[in-house]
């Protein structure tokens, strides 16, 4: 059973850093494109940044410039590095990969606050 394992969330001050991790098993990791994804409460899902297998980045415009994802197909993770967090980036944060099928990790908490 493919598992996608997301860690590295918590409470942190705004202007404050977080690196989330997200590590997959049995899936050929090399091969799927990855995404990080977040749900605050009463709003929609939406992708906050993705990294394709061939290593192309996209992100939101909301985060451009704070965050960054990257990968290391030899540890099967990806990463989110998260600066400058703000207020507005709380939210539940999910990671998700996608080939000819998708899937999704269980979530990982990040609250920016005071």
């Known amino acids: 059973q493919v598992q996608l394992v997301e860690s590295g969330g918590g409470l942190v001050q705004p202007g404050g850093s977080l690196r989330l991790s997200c590590a997959a098993s049995?899936?050929?990791?090399?091969?799927?494109?990855m995404g990080w994804y977040r749900q605050a409460p009463g709003k929609q899902r939406e992708m906050v940044a993705s990294?394709?297998?061939?290593?192309?980045?996209t992100y939101a415009d909301s985060v451009k410039g704070r965050f960054t994802i990257s990968r290391d197909n030899s540890k099967n993770t990806v990463y989110l590095q998260m600066n400058s967090l703000k207020p507005e980036d709380t939210a539940v944060y999910y990671c998700?990969?996608?080939?000819?099928?998708?899937?999704w990790g269980q979530g990982t908490q990040v609250t920016v606050s005071s």
């Open positions: 998700g990969a996608s080939w000819t099928n998708s899937y």
């Open positions: 049995r899936i050929i990791f090399s091969i799927y494109n």
């Open positions: 990294i394709l297998s061939g290593g192309t980045t």
